[in-house]
Structure formats: structure tokens, C-alpha cells
């Protein structure tokens, strides 16, 4: 079974993004053999907004999201300590710094994202990072 850690870009995929890559990112969510790992941090990063423009079926989609997730990440010293880290020797930006944290503290074994090879979350070697636009690697 497989830890995987979804970036926010993957959750707004599914319900902003075009029909395939929606499908593509469910599939990748709810495969049989990947369990689910998240945090604070990235539910923060989707549900407020949402909640503020009263966007329903989207508030609904990451609370229901929320429940399919099997453990949190929840050692804030830890995390804060780790993102600090990322951020300083691979030049992550500081929400990709505290996901990546955030997975690595609980031993997910991979990182999960919408973004394409080249960027800077693909320069961390501490987790794997997968692109949903790869899918054959999942």
C-alpha cells in the first residue's frame, strides 16, 4: 500500500479542471492501492477560498476528501523545522516547503502533484514526486 501526500493543485483539478485530467486525478485519488495522507496546511489552502465564494460542490468535494485521508500530519515543530529546511537547499516556495514537510513527517511515500518535471518541487530528493500528467508512474 502506498502513502501518497496530494498536492492542493491535484484537489482543485478535480473540480475546476477540464473533464479528462478531473477523471485522470480521481482515478490517481482513489486507487485501491494508495492510502492517503494530509495536513492542516492543505486544507487550508483549498477550503476557505472556497467557502468564501460559496462555491458548494467544491466545499463538498474537499471535506469529503478529507475523510478519505488515513493520516494526518500533525507535528507542527517538526514541520515548520523540515519546510524551513526545503525551502533553504531546494528552493521550494513556502506552501510547497510545509506539503512537502508535512508528508515527509509521516512517511508518505510519495508526493503527488499537477506540476510538470522541471520545477522546483522535483528538485527535493527526500520523497518521491509523481505528476498526475504521468500517470503511468502511479
Known amino acids: ?14 473540480v475546476r479542471g477540464n473533464e479528462a485530467i478531473s477523471e485522470t486525478t480521481l482515478d490517481v485519488i482513489y486507487a485501491a492501492d494508495r492510502k492517503l495522507a494530509s495536513s492542516f ?3 487550508l489552502e483549498v477550503l476557505p477560498k472556497s467557502q468564501f465564494n460559496k462555491r458548494t460542490d467544491e466545499i463538498e468535494f474537499y471535506q ?3 475523510t478519505l ?3 494526518w500530519a500533525t ?7 523540515e519546510a524551513e529546511r ?5 528552493g521550494l516556495n513556502a506552501m510547497d ?3 512537502i514537510a508535512a508528508a515527509l513527517s509521516v512517511g ?25 500528467y504521468l500517470t503511468s508512474h502511479l
Open 97 to 99: 516547503a510545509l506539503h
Open 64 to 66: 469529503s476528501y478529507s
Open 108 to 132: 508518505a511515500d510519495e508526493f503527488v502533484t499537477v506540476e510538470r518535471e522541471g520545477k522546483s518541487l522535483f528538485r527535493t530528493p527526500d520523497i518521491r514526486i509523481v505528476s498526475v
Open 75 to 81: 507535528d507542527w515543530e517538526a514541520i515548520h523545522k
Open 1 to 14: 500500500m502506498t502513502l501518497s501526500f496530494m498536492d492542493a493543485g491535484v484537489l482543485i483539478q478535480v
Open 41 to 43: 496546511y492543505l486544507m
Open 69 to 71: 485521508v488515513s493520516v
Open 86 to 90: 526545503q525551502a533553504r537547499l531546494y
